[in-house]
């Protein structure tokens, strides 16, 4: 089982859909959750960290289900500019982050 | 806003040539960390370095690499004797401290190609 695994996607919306990416990790030790977006050939850019409660960003929604070990985002309202790619990203408490492979996104007006 | 800087932006070498890629993490982090993400594959983590030695490294991060601390502002990854699968582009990264839940900046990255 792949260390963190998202859906590759791509996902095609329309401007203005709610979408939700899922990603799950397979190390029961993790601690600490983040989703960056990455866009095409640029650095990861942090998009928001992931708390137990959950929490929200403005149209993004994050949830960490620990028992399932299941990390989600929802984002509303989709704007062109959230074209990118959604990375998954885990810390186990060291040093070392591992980032999923990414969900690609495509949000068309 | 502070942020993390590399040099250079683009660099093409020959195959069994030494590289040096550099990078100013932002002034008041402690930990600092090189990524690379070859294209089309998920970053991947290569080494962490805190307090001027290795703090982490991953299995990619054999003999061939290595990083200094030079001075009290560079952190610089040097690959020697280049591969062809080298290629990719390599990330420096900071973060002020180790707690688990702080965020990892990054720094727009080098791409590296190797002919």
């Given at each position: 089982r792949k260390e963190v695994e998202q859906d590759p996607g791509p996902f095609n919306v329309p401007e203005g859909a709610t979408v939700a990416f899922n990603c799950t990790y397979?190390?029961?030790?993790?601690q600490s959750f983040f989703w960056y977006r990455q866009d095409c050939r640029k650095e990861p850019k942090l998009l928001m960290s992931v708390y137990s409660s959950g929490n929200e960003d403005g149209r993004f929604t994050a949830q960490l289900n620990r028992a399932s070990q299941y990390i989600s985002l929802l984002i509303r309202?989709?704007?062109?500019?959230?074209s990118a790619t959604y990375l998954c990203v885990v810390r186990s408490g060291g040093f070392k982050t591992i980032f999923g492979a990414g969900t690609r996104l495509f949000v068309k007006a | 806003e502070p942020e993390v800087t590399q040099t250079p932006s683009h660099q093409v070498t020959q195959m069994g040539q030494e590289v040096i890629l550099r990078c100013v993490p932002?002034?008041?982090?402690?930990y600092f960390y090189w990524y690379r993400q070859i294209l089309g594959q998920k970053v991947e983590f290569l080494v962490s370095f805190y307090n001027n030695e290795i703090s982490e490294k991953s299995e990619?991060?054999?003999?061939q690499f290595s990083v200094e601390r030079p001075d009290g502002s560079n952190f610089t990854l040097k690959i020697r004797?280049?591969?062809?699968?080298?290629?990719a582009m390599y990330f420096c990264a900071s973060s002020p401290?180790?707690?688990?839940g702080n965020t990892i900046y990054f720094g727009e990255g080098s791409w590296l190609t190797v002919v």
């Open positions: 397979s190390n029961s030790a993790s309202d989709s704007k062109l500019s959230d | 932002i002034s008041n982090h402690l990619i991060f054999d003999d004797s280049t591969k062809l699968e080298d290629s401290d180790r707690l688990s």
